[in-house]
């Protein structure tokens, strides 16, 4: 079973940058579309990005500032994120949706920001943004 583990969070003043990962282990990352999403106190888990074959979408709040990536031979999937702001304080999830589940997602990112088309996430990381 593919296993995915979050890293790279912490605390950072606004205007800084963070560089999450995400590694898998089971099986190989580049099979899978890959979303980041991320959860706030009090708030809905939150679809910020998705890589897939095909396609790389973000929602329109991080659009110019974080960067999603795949390093197939490292079998990671990162998010470089940048000029954060308050706004950006969440855990951070990773999820990985295979093609047999959710066939529209995984090929193009379709309906990225859905949790429930994904089969399999990581235990989160603390992102916090602050001075």
């Known amino acids: 079973q593919l296993q995915l583990v979050e890293s790279g969070g912490g605390l950072v003043e606004p205007g800084g940058s963070l560089r999450l990962s995400c590694a898998a282990s089971g099986y190989t990352l580049d099979y899978y579309a890959v979303g980041w999403f991320r959860q706030a106190p009090g708030k809905e888990r939150e679809g910020v990005s998705c890589i897939s074959k095909t396609n790389i979408n973000y929602v329109d709040s991080v659009k110019g500032r974080f960067t999603i990536s795949r390093d197939n031979a490292k079998n990671t999937v990162s998010l470089q994120m940048n000029s954060l702001t308050p706004e950006d304080t969440a855990v951070y999830y990773c999820?990985?949706?295979?093609?047999?589940?959710?066939?529209?997602?995984?090929?193009?990112?379709?309906?990225?920001?859905?949790?429930?088309?994904?089969?399999?996430w990581g235990q989160g990381t603390q992102v916090t943004v602050s001075s």
């Open positions: 999820a990985a949706v295979e093609g047999n589940s959710s066939p529209s997602t995984w090929y193009g990112c379709s309906d990225y920001t859905d949790p429930d088309k994904y089969d399999y």
